[in-house]
């Protein structure tokens, strides 16, 4: 069966760049979902979005941004990146607001 | 606010061992979801089970086991027999499900360690 697909698999980036990471959801799911995991942290929810529209948003900070686009894929952008945004990043997608199932992840690296 | 409380922060067993990882929640949604993920080390969120708020029937799936009791606000999950591969960190997590969205609320996971 098809997976969420995320790449790049390894970002490593200095301070101040920018990144964009990239989500491909499971075909015909209608929700897409970011997360960001810090070393040794559970997952926090930092944004999502239904049928191409935002969703609902949590702890994102303002230098991020993401969107979807008609296709369904998801990028997440993130700018002037600090040693803080070293994490993992997953995507998730769901149908119907049920099972979220998780990319296997980015891992960002900020020097 | 949801809430998810896993107080293991890391357990140690041997092989064949059973064990069990507490899932404690928090929430004011009538309607709700828990689950169950497993990280290993190799770092993906491996999803295990879902339960509805309505649905407190215990499940079985081969050596895995969960129990939901909702007085209790748990949601407990046991191995059976553990083996080496069963070693990873396993997260309980929380979502409602309401027209505010149905965000994954996680608890802070408890790293399972199997030794031979």
């Known amino acids: 069966a098809a997976g969420v697909i995320q790449s790049p698999r390894h970002l490593i980036k200095e301070k101040r760049e920018t990144a964009t990471l990239k989500c491909y959801p499971i075909p015909r799911h209608d929700t897409v979902y970011w997360y960001q995991q810090g070393p040794g942290q559970d997952p926090q929810f930092l944004i999502s979005?239904?049928?191409?529209?935002?969703?609902d948003k949590g702890s994102i900070p303002d230098r991020f941004s993401a969107q979807q686009f008609s296709d369904y894929h998801s990028e997440l952008n993130m700018s002037s990146l600090e040693l803080g945004d070293s994490a993992l990043y997953f995507c998730?997608?769901?149908?119907?607001?049920?099972?979220?199932?998780f990319g296997p992840g980015t891992r960002l690296l900020v020097l | 606010a949801q809430k998810v409380t896993q107080a293991q922060t890391e357990i140690s067993v041997v092989e064949k061992e059973d064990v069990t990882l507490d899932c404690v929640y928090e929430?004011?949604?009538?309607?709700?979801?828990l689950f169950w993920y497993k990280q290993p080390p190799s770092g993906e969120l491996v999803f295990l089970i879902r339960r509805n708020s309505f649905d407190e029937q215990n499940e079985i799936s081969g050596r895995y086991s969960w129990n939901f009791q909702k007085s209790t606000s748990s949601f407990n999950f046991t191995i059976t027999a553990s083996q080496v591969v069963d070693s990873a960190v396993y997260f309980c997590a929380l979502s409602a499900h309401n027209n505010a969205g149905n965000m994954l609320t996680f608890g802070g996971g408890t790293r399972l360690m199997v030794k031979p």
């Open positions: 929430t004011r949604d009538t309607t709700y979801y």
């Open positions: 979005f239904y049928e191409k529209m935002q969703s």
């Open positions: 998730a997608s769901s149908w119907n607001q049920e099972t979220q199932y």
